[in-house]
C-alpha cells in the first residue's frame, strides 16, 4: 500500500513539474523548456502507469526503457542548448 502511495506522490511531483515547466514554454518558445515539460509528462505518466503493474519494481525493462528516452530528450535538449545555431 505504501508503494503505490510514494508512486503516487513522485507522479504527481513529475507531472506538476512538467506543467510548471510547460507555462515557461509557452512564454519563451524556448524548446528547451518544451523538452523538460515532455520528459517530466512522460516520466509521471510512466509512474501512474506502474501503479497498475500487479507488482511494481524499479527494475521492470519497458518502464526503464521509458525513463532511458526521457533522459535521452534531456541530454538532447541540453547539448542543443549549449551546442546549437546562434541566431
Same mark, same amino acid.
Given at each position: 500500500?505504501?508503494?503505490? /502511495?510514494?508512486?503516487?506522490?513522485? %507522479?504527481? %511531483? *513529475?507531472? %506538476?513539474?512538467?506543467?510548471? /515547466?510547460?507555462? /515557461?514554454?509557452?512564454?519563451?518558445?524556448?524548446? /528547451? $523548456?518544451?523538452?523538460?515539460?515532455?520528459? $517530466?509528462?512522460?516520466?509521471?505518466?510512466?509512474?501512474? %502507469?506502474?501503479?497498475?503493474?500487479?507488482?511494481?519494481?524499479?527494475?521492470?525493462?519497458?518502464?526503464?526503457?521509458?525513463? $532511458?528516452?526521457? $533522459?535521452?530528450?534531456?541530454?538532447? *535538449?541540453?547539448?542543443?542548448?549549449?551546442?546549437?545555431?546562434?541566431?
Amino acid at each position: 500500500m505504501i508503494e503505490g /502511495f510514494l508512486l503516487g506522490v513522485i %507522479a504527481t %511531483a *513529475a507531472l %506538476a513539474s512538467g506543467v510548471f /515547466f510547460l507555462k /515557461f514554454w509557452r512564454k519563451t518558445h524556448d524548446t /528547451f $523548456f518544451l523538452a523538460l515539460a515532455v520528459s $517530466f509528462m512522460i516520466e509521471g505518466l510512466n509512474r501512474v %502507469a506502474m501503479l497498475f503493474v500487479t507488482k511494481p519494481n524499479e527494475g521492470i525493462l519497458v518502464m526503464n526503457l521509458v525513463r $532511458f528516452v526521457t $533522459f535521452l530528450l534531456i541530454l538532447i *535538449a541540453i547539448v542543443k542548448k549549449n551546442y546549437g545555431t546562434k541566431g
